[in-house]
């Protein structure tokens, strides 16, 4: 701890004082979500005792760098939609079965993650599995859905025949960051999307963070003091002798998160594996691989290659079964609702990639504030299996088989896809 004499200490009290008097009147002003100083209260409630101390409030970011975004349309826990689309029923049980094609390719197959057939469904564990899934464009007009991969989507290769009652629904996994086909060629022609964004029409994130007892994704601040303040039943800094580790193939990004991590090794040791590092993973199993990470390191960067709206995969849900302290860049506060509150760091938050430095070998050093980013482990589950990643296809044929859903046409798929993407490119401080 510093040895600061008394009268020094007073002032830094009412510095500290003002500038939380400060963050409450611009909290009153403006939107709190937006504001980084205002979020960093929010994971370390300003009455938390060990929020005063020193170190802590001068490495914590005092001011907010990023870029304007617009509103999240959500502020509901994400988990519960997922939860709800487990709970589909089938309406009319009698009802025939509905039919859906995969137009195009999907990442070497047409299977889309749940292959083809009338059972596909079922042995993916949908409540509502009524829908026969196949690649077979014979009579393309006759299927209720055709569902189209955006990667491999061309103009040259499309249906020559619609029906009106068909869905065209958009299927994509990866972010709307990769440019792969001009979406301004897709006007009037999609009635559904299907992607990892929350406002699509058919939900289909990486996973999600579900509660399995009382305690919410967001607990109040009371409550915080209280799960933070308990001992922790493990010691998740025990035996670990590394601090960082960060398993990367793709060399570049837009989110540039390769650049951001060299700042980061000028302060801290950062283990790169992969194409990109110097590190190799002893095993080929990616399992193996977190699990080693988890036994070895503090920190994981789960960086994205891209930073966009709710376009949180793998990276960060594969990590988070293991105890380990994943650290993200999020502009959009996705991370924010969909994992419990600190239960990671957000490189946003702070100034300078030497802030973050700072912060992390400041928890390295300390075993009970490291141990803090674990209060949720016993009161949640990570859910990321093929399982749960299905489930929006499950929703799909539930939804094709809701008779009170009216028509609707993406009239321009750029504004939705491209520009409500509010992909981010960040500059590295
Ligand atoms: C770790 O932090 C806690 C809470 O602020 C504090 O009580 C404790 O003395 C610190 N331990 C060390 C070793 O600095
Ligand atoms: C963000 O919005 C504020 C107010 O709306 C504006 O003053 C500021 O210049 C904007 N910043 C950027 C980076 O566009
Ligand atoms: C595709 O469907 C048509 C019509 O049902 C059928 O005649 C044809 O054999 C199918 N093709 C394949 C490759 O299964
Ligand atoms: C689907 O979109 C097409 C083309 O815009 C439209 O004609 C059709 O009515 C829509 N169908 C449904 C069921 O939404
Ligand atoms: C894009 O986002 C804006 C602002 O949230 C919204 O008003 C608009 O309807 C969205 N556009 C589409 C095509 O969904």
Redesign the pocket.
């Given at each position: 701890m510093l040895n600061i004499p008394r009268r020094q200490n007073a002032l830094i009290m009412i510095g500290f004082v003002l500038v939380v008097g400060q963050c409450y009147f611009v909290l009153q002003r403006h939107n709190v979500r937006q504001l980084a100083v205002v979020k960093m209260f929010l994971t370390h409630p300003p009455n938390y005792p060990k929020y005063r101390d020193e170190e802590i409030f001068n490495i914590v970011t005092k001011r907010d760098l990023r870029p304007n975004t617009?509103t999240p349309?959500s502020t509901g826990e994400y988990y519960e939609l997922m939860e709800r689309y487990a709970q589909d029923v089938l309406p009319d049980t009698d009802a025939p079965f509905k039919r859906i094609l995969f137009w195009n390719e999907a990442y070497g197959n047409k299977e889309y993650g749940v292959g083809h057939g009338r059972n596909a469904l079922r042995e993916s564990g949908c409540p509502v599995w009524q829908c026969e899934t196949s690649d077979n464009r014979t009579n393309v007009q006759e299927y209720d859905a055709v569902v189209f991969h955006l990667r491999s989507w061309t103009r040259n290769d499309l249906p020559d025949k619609r029906s009106p009652h068909q869905r065209y629904v958009f299927w994509s996994i990866e972010s709307a960051a990769w440019r792969f086909i001009d979406t301004n060629l897709m006007k009037n022609f999609f009635n559904w999307t299907m992607t990892y964004r929350w406002d699509s029409d058919i939900v289909s994130p990486y996973g999600y963070i579900k509660p399995s007892g009382g305690v919410p994704l967001h607990p109040t601040h009371e409550q915080m003091k209280n799960f933070l303040s308990s001992p922790s039943p493990i010691n998740y800094a025990e035996g670990k002798t590394k601090i960082a580790a960060w398993f990367v193939s793709n060399c570049a990004s837009q989110s540039r998160r390769n650049e951001m991590v060299r700042e980061l090794q000028k302060y801290i040791d950062v283990d790169i594996y992969g194409d990109c590092g110097t590190m190799v993973c002893p095993r080929k199993r990616e399992d193996d691989c977190r699990k080693m990470a988890g036994k070895k390191y503090k920190f994981y960067l789960s960086l994205e290659n891209s930073l966009c709206q709710d376009y949180v995969t793998e990276k960060f849900f594969g990590m988070m079964h293991e105890p380990i302290i994943p650290v993200v860049v999020g502009f959009h506060d996705h991370h924010e609702k969909i994992a419990p509150r600190h239960s990671f760091i957000n490189v946003a938050n702070f100034e300078h990639i030497k802030n973050l430095a700072d912060y992390m070998i400041f928890l390295d050093k300390n075993d009970t504030l490291y141990n803090e980013y674990f209060w949720w482990k016993s009161h949640f589950e990570v859910r990321n299996s093929q399982q749960d990643f299905n489930k929006g296809m499950c929703h799909l044929c539930s939804a094709l088989h809701d008779k009170t859903l009216s028509p609707k046409i993406?009239k321009?798929m750029n504004?939705?896809w491209d520009?409500?993407a509010t992909c981010q490119t960040p500059e590295i401080l």
């Open positions: 617009s349309t993406y321009d504004e939705w520009k409500n």
